[in-house]
Structure formats: structure tokens, C-alpha cells
């Protein structure tokens, strides 16, 4: 049994290092037409964990990403939520994508997204943040440790860009103005809030040097004059959740998709057929696509954004639509 258990191993382990090997690193960046073209495989041009894993039964394989963002992106006072589409877009064109698909009882409508780098869930995360979803797509949780030590000690640090095509860089020091509620969860799984969900925590302006979204305004070796940017963080909420521009339709998922506990996949079309209640409609009444919204639930209070649906705009918990 234990020969059979070795061999099973040294099969995984094995099968990891042949993806590696079959696919190097492929990305191109350019110019045009008032945009940034960044086109990669997915694959990561540095060595990653080991995968499949115990918690993670994924192997990386290559992807085809064509990302598009404005080379003058503009700046708005409100912020944009994404929901479960990419944030953005590593330098060797890795995604940035932070939220996971797994919530509190297997229950997207419950509003209780747990957190993939809260150490509470064992999604097979590596040393560089991050894993493999079931297409085989590696991507980042949070700052990328092995791009970031490729640097050569520059500070602040390049680490891509965002979906609206403001920077993202790294920092060491720079604390998020995110911290974790006081109290115990008045719904859903009840007990304290200890971050094991993104609900644990709240924004609490002046708190640290960055926004709502993680970002400033600073100068930097490439912006010499100053551009508000976003910031990698190795606190909450480690890749920004929000966004102050609008993002590219090239950071969207193709297919919406979740992944459960385990890594296993269901598929399916958004809204399943149901229609939207009336409160999450109303909660988007006057709002546009992408505001931020709540709403009263028999489970507790739901929030999420505003997005188009068959019966006008209404208010979406974060991921696919469950109406």
C-alpha cells in the first residue's frame, strides 16, 4: 500500500514538472491605438508549486489571454466592483484574479465568500499566492512573490495592470485601509469575524496609506510626474477588490464557472433561470452598471452590484447571478 501510495506521488509530482517543462512562458506587450495590448499563455516564468496538490487537483496547462486596456485611463470618484471577473494582469501575463467560487455551505446567495488567502480553506494555494482553476489557468491571490524578487530591489515594484489600465504596483510597507469587523457575524455562518470570509472585513478610511481599492496617487520610475495606481498588499485585501475606472470587456470571464471545494466544477449559464427579486431590483433603482448595492434577504443582508439582467438592472452578490 505504501509502494502504491509513493508511486501515486511521485505520478503527481511528475506530471506537475512535465506541464512546466511542455510550456514556457509566453507574453507580449504593445501599444496601439491608444491601448495596451498584453497577450500571454498564462503560463508563469518562474517555477510554481507543485500542482495538482492535495488541495488543488489542477494541472496548469496553457491558456490563450488577449487583454486590452487604455493607455490613458480616467480616473472616477466611484468605485466599480468586479465581482468574480479578472482584476487585472501580471507583467508575464499572469492574471490577477482574487476571489474564490467557494461561499459559506455551498451557498452563493448567502453573500459569505471565503477568502482564499485567509489560511481557513485549503485551496492548494503555492508560495507565489496562488493556483489553478479547473481549466488549467494559474493565477494570482495575492502579490506575486517570484515576479516581485525578479525586480533586482527597485521600490515601488511594476506588478501589471489593471482591468481600467491604472498601474499596479508593489510596495514593502504600504498598509490597506481594510481591517477586520468588531463582533460576530450577525448572519450566515454566525462567530466572530477572523477573516476566514471577504465579509469579515470592512474599509475604514484614513486607517492606512491606501483607498477603498487599494490604490493612491504617487510618483513612480515610470510615472515620474504622478498617477493614482493600485497596490498589492500582504494584508486584506492583498489584490484590490474594487476599481476606480471602468474595466475592459477582455477581463470578463467567457464562461462563467464555479469551482467547489476540492477544485471540482460545475458549469452553468448565470441566473439559472430564476428571476431576480424585487428587493434586488429595487436596490439598483437610479443606480448604473457596476454601482455598488444591498439589500435586505431572508438570509441577512446581501450586497454585490448593479448589473443588467433580463428584467431591467438589479443587485448581484458577487460572482455569477443567482436569480
Same mark, same amino acid.
Given at each position: @500500500?505504501?509502494?502504491?501510495?509513493a508511486?501515486?506521488?511521485?505520478?503527481?509530482?511528475?506530471?506537475?514538472?512535465?506541464?512546466?517543462q511542455?510550456a514556457?512562458?509566453?507574453?507580449?506587450?504593445r501599444?496601439?491605438?491608444?491601448?495596451? @495590448?498584453? !497577450?500571454?499563455?498564462?503560463?508563469?516564468? /518562474?517555477s &510554481? *508549486?507543485?500542482?495538482?496538490?492535495r488541495?488543488?487537483p489542477n494541472t496548469?496547462s496553457?491558456?490563450?489571454?488577449s #487583454? %486590452? @486596456?487604455?493607455l490613458?485611463p480616467?480616473?472616477?470618484?466611484?468605485?466599480?466592483?468586479?465581482?468574480?471577473?479578472?482584476?487585472?494582469?501580471?507583467l508575464?501575463?499572469v492574471?490577477?484574479? &482574487?476571489?474564490?467560487? !467557494? #461561499?459559506w455551505n455551498?451557498?452563493?446567495?448567502?453573500?459569505w465568500?471565503?477568502?482564499? +488567502? =485567509?489560511?481557513k480553506?485549503?485551496?492548494?494555494?503555492?508560495?507565489? /499566492?496562488? /493556483?489553478?482553476?479547473?481549466?488549467?489557468a494559474y493565477?494570482?491571490?495575492?502579490?506575486p512573490?517570484?515576479?516581485?524578487?525578479?525586480?533586482? $530591489?527597485?521600490?515601488?515594484v511594476?506588478a501589471?495592470?489593471?482591468?481600467d489600465?491604472? &498601474?499596479v504596483?508593489?510596495?514593502?510597507g504600504?498598509?490597506?485601509?481594510?481591517?477586520?469587523k468588531q *463582533?460576530?457575524r450577525?448572519s450566515?455562518?454566525?462567530?466572530r469575524?477572523d477573516?476566514?470570509?471577504?465579509?469579515?472585513?470592512e474599509y475604514?478610511a484614513g486607517?492606512?496609506? +491606501?483607498d477603498?481599492?487599494?490604490g %493612491?496617487?504617487?510618483?513612480?520610475?515610470?510615472y515620474?510626474a504622478?498617477?493614482?495606481?493600485?497596490?498589492?498588499?500582504?494584508?486584506f485585501p492583498?489584490?484590490?477588490?474594487?476599481?476606480? $475606472?471602468?474595466?475592459?470587456? =477582455?477581463?470578463?470571464?467567457?464562461?462563467p464557472?464555479?469551482?467547489?471545494?476540492?477544485g471540482?466544477?460545475?458549469?452553468?449559464?448565470?441566473?439559472?433561470g430564476?428571476?431576480?427579486?424585487?428587493?434586488a431590483?429595487?436596490?439598483?433603482?437610479?443606480?448604473?452598471e457596476?454601482?455598488?448595492? =444591498? #439589500?435586505?434577504?431572508?438570509? *441577512?443582508?446581501?450586497?454585490g452590484?448593479?448589473?443588467?439582467i433580463p428584467?431591467?438592472?438589479?443587485?448581484?452578490?458577487? $460572482? &455569477?447571478p443567482? #436569480?
Amino acid at each position: @500500500m505504501r509502494a502504491v501510495a509513493a508511486g501515486l506521488i511521485s505520478f503527481l509530482v511528475l506530471s506537475a514538472a512535465e506541464t512546466v517543462q511542455a510550456a514556457s512562458n509566453a507574453v507580449t506587450i504593445r501599444e496601439e491605438k491608444g491601448y495596451r @495590448m498584453i !497577450e500571454s499563455n498564462g503560463i508563469p516564468d /518562474h517555477s &510554481p *508549486g507543485q500542482f495538482p496538490n492535495r488541495g488543488n487537483p489542477n494541472t496548469i496547462s496553457p491558456q490563450s489571454y488577449s #487583454f %486590452r @486596456m487604455p493607455l490613458e485611463p480616467v480616473f472616477s470618484s466611484q468605485t466599480f466592483e468586479y465581482g468574480h471577473d479578472l482584476f487585472g494582469v501580471a507583467l508575464n501575463g499572469v492574471p490577477f484574479d &482574487p476571489e474564490t467560487a !467557494e #461561499f459559506w455551505n455551498n451557498d452563493r446567495s448567502s453573500g459569505w465568500n471565503y477568502d482564499a +488567502l =485567509s489560511g481557513k480553506i485549503n485551496l492548494g494555494i503555492d508560495t507565489h /499566492h496562488a /493556483h489553478v482553476q479547473p481549466t488549467g489557468a494559474y493565477h494570482y491571490h495575492g502579490v506575486p512573490a517570484a515576479l516581485i524578487r525578479k525586480s533586482g $530591489g527597485r521600490n515601488p515594484v511594476l506588478a501589471g495592470y489593471a482591468a481600467d489600465g491604472f &498601474p499596479v504596483y508593489y510596495e514593502p510597507g504600504v498598509r490597506p485601509s481594510w481591517r477586520l469587523k468588531q *463582533g460576530t457575524r450577525l448572519s450566515g455562518p454566525g462567530g466572530r469575524y477572523d477573516g476566514t470570509y471577504v465579509q469579515d472585513y470592512e474599509y475604514a478610511a484614513g486607517t492606512g496609506d +491606501l483607498d477603498e481599492c487599494n490604490g %493612491r496617487v504617487s510618483t513612480t520610475a515610470e510615472y515620474p510626474a504622478g498617477i493614482y495606481h493600485y497596490d498589492l498588499t500582504e494584508a486584506f485585501p492583498f489584490v484590490p477588490r474594487c476599481l476606480h $475606472g471602468k474595466a475592459d470587456p =477582455s477581463f470578463e470571464k467567457a464562461h462563467p464557472h464555479t469551482q467547489g471545494a476540492g477544485g471540482q466544477e460545475r458549469r452553468g449559464p448565470p441566473g439559472g433561470g430564476r428571476k431576480a427579486p424585487a428587493e434586488a431590483v429595487a436596490a439598483c433603482s437610479g443606480k448604473g452598471e457596476g454601482s455598488s448595492c =444591498s #439589500f435586505n434577504a431572508p438570509r *441577512g443582508r446581501v450586497t454585490g452590484t448593479c448589473r443588467k439582467i433580463p428584467e431591467g438592472t438589479a443587485c448581484v452578490p458577487s $460572482g &455569477p447571478p443567482p #436569480f
